[in-house]
């Protein structure tokens, strides 16, 4: 069998904050058990099964793009260049990759795109729940400089209490201004 890792984003959706993307190669006979999309996990769960993935996975990494660079080059090749950082910087090189969507980010290593992989794949569920727990941490500490805006509770992601603290201070350093709302007039 190839050594191979699965790879998936997190935060292509927020109006803040960096994406972020892990790339996990699970032992073969690894003894995680619950692994799923991170999307359907408590945070406690999510927590206790990174603590499994980092233990029971030959090799793991995380990437970032910075929400300045989402600006620049838009968020689906922000999200393949944060995905290409995470397979390419893993200390281990698989043989072949696994990511969840449609898009495979230019790499020399063979990949498959597989719709709704964070539900079928579980190295892809791994590397779901590894970029999660490391963009939350992200958003947290982020909330701390920039408290207005609740990134604590919301993750950047657009909740109604986001939308009035944009309202009321504007866009911070770390917003996506190339994204909705900042696009109408009203915020610029």
Do not use: C, G, R
């Given at each position: 069998m190839k050594l191979l890792a699965g790879l998936d984003e997190v935060g292509r959706g927020s109006v803040a904050g960096p994406v972020v993307a892990a790339a996990v190669?699970?032992?073969k006979n690894h003894q995680i058990f619950g692994l799923r999309d991170s999307k359907t996990l408590s945070s406690l769960r999510r927590s206790k099964l990174e603590k499994d993935i980092k233990n029971e996975s030959i090799a793991w990494?995380?990437?970032i793009v910075s929400s300045?660079?989402?600006d620049k080059i838009n968020i689906l090749q922000s999200s393949l260049l944060a995905m290409k950082k995470a397979i390419e910087g893993l200390n281990i090189k698989?043989?072949?990759?696994l990511v969840d969507g449609l898009y495979l980010?230019?790499?020399n290593i063979p990949g498959r795109a597989i719709i709704k992989g964070d539900s079928k794949c579980e190295s892809i569920m791994a590397a779901s729940i590894v970029a999660k727990i490391y963009r939350d941490k992200?958003?947290?500490e982020l909330s701390k400089k920039y408290k207005h805006y609740s990134f604590h509770l919301n993750k950047g992601y657009l909740t109604k209490v986001h939308l009035e603290a944009i309202k009321k201070y504007g866009p911070c350093k770390e917003h996506r201004i190339s994204f909705r709302p900042f696009k109408t007039k009203e915020y610029k």
């Open positions: 190669i699970l032992k990494n995380v990437a300045k660079k989402i698989p043989e072949f990759f980010p230019k790499t992200l958003m947290i």
